[in-house]
């Protein structure tokens, strides 16, 4: 299992890790290989997780902001994130200065090197601007927001270079998508039964005029 007390100037290596290993499977059968950490990470409450920490803006999460998001008990969040670090995925950081001001945490959950590869080659990181913009639209709390807003551990340098995106590209792409989605259905009829360009052809195969009860 990781150590559970990282602190800020600590790299966290995990370079000697595999997935077999940690999985316990035959690197042989690939497949089988595939299905298995599928499996593990598609579980509900630990899916949660890995998607909280990918859209959080630091990639640091206090067990009270987990409790917040997800809709567990605090006791299955915790036991999920020990199963994380016992397969490798995450470990908790530790900002020890935190302990000496009161309702601030002290200790966060985030990614090892080796979680950080694994749920990449698994496409998670495909929705971190997805999981951010839907992390920055939530209501929080009061406290919620303290915690958020707690000084923090400095990432590894390998963990924070993949979980950076250029923000202000992404927010002017979803600007650019929000106005090309209204321009287009201004632009194209999106009802079925639309009104004809020239009312006359309605009546084109009839013989004299139609009144508007005929017509129902």
């Known amino acids: 299992m990781s150590d559970p007390n ?3 100037d600590q790299h966290i290596c995990s370079t000697d890790i595999s997935v077999e290993s940690v999985f316990d499977v035959d690197d042989s059968v690939p497949y089988e290989t595939q299905q298995t950490v599928q499996q593990y990470l598609s579980q509900e409450t630990r899916h949660d997780i890995l998607q909280l920490i990918l859209g959080h803006p630091h990639h640091l999460v206090s ?8 809709s567990k008990s605090r006791a299955t969040i915790s036991e999920q994130l020990a199963d994380l670090a016992d397969h490798e995925i995450l470990t908790q950081y530790s900002h020890q200065p ?6 601030l945490p002290t200790d966060f ?20 601007p997805i999981m951010r913009a839907a992390h920055d ?19 590894p340098a390998s963990i924070q270079s993949v979980l950076t995106f250029d923000e202000t590209d992404q927010a002017e792409e979803n600007t650019r998508v929000a106005v090309d989605s209204c321009v287009e259905s201004h632009t194209e009829t999106i009802y079925a039964d639309a009104a004809l360009v020239d009312p ?3 009546n084109g195969d009839a013989d004299g005029d139609r009144t508007l009860e005929e017509l129902f």
């Not at 067990?63 to 997800?70: L, Q, R």
């Not at 959950?109 to 971190?128: D, H, K, Q, S, V």
């Not at 915690?147 to 400095?154: K, L, V």
């Open 6 to 8: 990282i602190s800020s």
């Open 63 to 70: 067990v009270t902001e987990f409790t917040y998001y997800i």
């Open 98 to 103: 935190n302990a000496e001001v009161r309702d």
């Open 109 to 128: 959950w985030g990614f090892t090197e080796f979680g950080l590869r694994l749920i990449a080659e698994y496409n998670y990181l495909r929705g971190l």
């Open 137 to 155: 639209a939530t209501d929080k709390t009061e406290k919620v927001q303290r915690h958020e807003g707690a000084p923090r551990p400095t990432l």
């Open 200 to 202: 006359s052809v309605l």
